[in-house]
């Protein structure tokens, strides 16, 4: 089943395309932003400067990096119920919850790898921009391989979660922008609000900000890394239980 499964992965176009356009707008995102800060340093107030993160500064792709993924993982599902071959797939095998097994464990390997390359270049690339004119790290500094991995397994997570709502949405459109609800456009809306105790008891928890507290070197407003990347797999749960059930209860 994994071969027949990756054989349709590797026919997919999105695929390629996505990794493709991701690697291009992170990469050039770390490029831009750290280049700008190297540029305009000896402009920068004290306290601008003191809050200067270079590892923050770098990474902030990630946030919208994980459109890139989820989307990637929704296509990988929902191309395959456009063009009707899914009808074939749960034909040759009815256990549906092991194609879905498959194709999560498939689109997990394609975004680990894809994601460790893209954080890679985009840590080597905004350093480099940095160094030697603003504060800069190394690979080897305290914590920064810990919140590069952070970051890695945020935007595999990303994917996985856009592969479960193209289960339960079935639609490339609407799994995107659901995609694209949950992960960008729903915390921007919240996180700027008060900070009351309902805040401090849910944005925190919500998926992008637990991906944050992996990547993210401050810890304002954000959950602990531990505490991170314990909840952020109950999302994965929660979603792929959710999938099971719309696989079994509907035709496809």
């Known amino acids: 089943m994994l071969s027949a499964e990756w054989i349709k992965l590797r026919s997919l176009r999105s695929v390629p395309v996505t990794l493709v356009l991701a690697a291009v ?4 995102l770390a490029d831009l932003v750290c280049s700008n800060y190297a540029a305009n340093w000896s402009a920068f107030s004290a306290a601008k400067r003191a809050a200067f993160d270079p590892l ?4 902030g792709f990630v946030q919208i990096g994980a459109v890139f993924f ?3 993982g929704a296509l990988v599902v929902t191309n395959e119920y456009g063009n009707g071959l899914i009808r074939a797939t749960f034909a040759a095998t009815p256990q549906r919850v ?3 097994a498959a194709k999560a464990a498939l689109l997990g390997l394609v975004a680990l790898s894809g994601s460790a390359a893209i954080c890679g270049a985009a840590f080597l690339t905004g350093q480099g921009e940095l160094s030697g004119r603003v504060p800069s790290v190394g690979p080897g500094a305290p914590g920064v391989l810990a919140h590069v991995v952070g970051a890695v397994l945020y935007l595999t997570a990303a994917g996985l979660i856009g592969l479960l709502i193209g289960v339960l949405a079935r639609g490339s459109a609407l799994a995107v922008s659901g995609v694209f609800g949950v992960l960008l456009v729903l915390p921007t809306m919240v996180d700027s609000l008060p900070q009351g105790a309902v805040w401090r008891h849910t944005v ?3 998926p992008s900000n637990l991906g944050a507290a992996l990547w993210h070197t401050h810890s304002g407003g954000l959950v602990a890394p531990t505490t991170a990347a314990i909840l952020l797999p109950v999302y994965l749960v929660v979603l792929g239980a959710a999938a099971v059930a719309r696989l079994r209860g509907t035709d496809a």
Do not use: M, R
């Open 25 to 28: 707008f992170c990469i050039g």
């Open 70 to 72: 989820g989307a990637l």
């Open 56 to 59: 923050d500064v770098n990474f």
């Open 204 to 206: 925190p928890y919500l």
């Open 98 to 100: 092991l194609v879905l």
